[in-house]
Nanobody, 115 residues
Framework: QVQLVESGGDLVQPGGSLRLSCAASGIIFSSYAMDWYRQAPGKQRELVAGITTNYLTNYAESVKGRFTISRDNVKKTVYLQMNSLRPEDTAVYYC?????????WGQGTQVTVSA
C-alpha cells in the first residue's frame, strides 16, 4: 500500500520559514520523481517545486530563490524548505510521487502565512 505522509505545515508570520516533509512508503522511492504542489482556497492546484531521480530541480517562478526542494532516498523523504514566506504562500501543500503511469498523492498539510 502506497502512502505519502506530509508534515510540517503551520501558522507562520510573513518573512518566516517552514520545512515541509513528505515520508513515502510502499514505493521504490529512488525511482520516483517527487513534486510539491499547493492549492489555495478558490484556486487550482499548482506545481511549486519538483526534483527528479537525478536530483534535478525545478521551481515555480513565484517561489524561486525562496523555496528549496530536496530528497533523502535512504529516509524515503522529500523536503520543501520555505523561506521568506508571504501571505500568498498560504495553501494546502501536497506531496506527489510519479513514475511513468504511476502517480500518488499525499493528504496535504496546511501552511498559513499571516501576521
Amino acid at each position: 500500500q502506497v502512502q505519502l505522509v506530509e508534515s510540517g505545515g503551520d501558522l507562520v508570520q510573513p518573512g518566516g520559514s517552514l520545512r515541509l516533509s513528505c515520508a513515502a512508503s510502499g514505493i521504490i522511492f529512488s525511482s520516483y520523481a517527487m513534486d510539491w504542489y499547493r492549492q489555495a482556497p478558490g484556486k487550482q492546484r499548482e506545481l511549486v517545486a519538483g526534483i527528479t531521480t537525478n536530483y534535478l530541480t525545478n521551481y515555480a517562478e513565484s517561489v524561486k530563490g525562496r523555496f528549496t526542494i530536496s530528497r533523502d532516498n535512504v529516509k524515503k523523504t522529500v523536503y520543501l524548505q520555505m523561506n521568506s514566506l508571504r501571505p500568498e504562500d498560504t495553501a494546502v501543500y501536497y506531496c506527489n510521487a510519479n513514475y511513468r503511469n504511476y502517480k500518488y498523492w499525499g493528504q496535504g498539510t496546511q501552511v498559513t502565512v499571516s501576521a
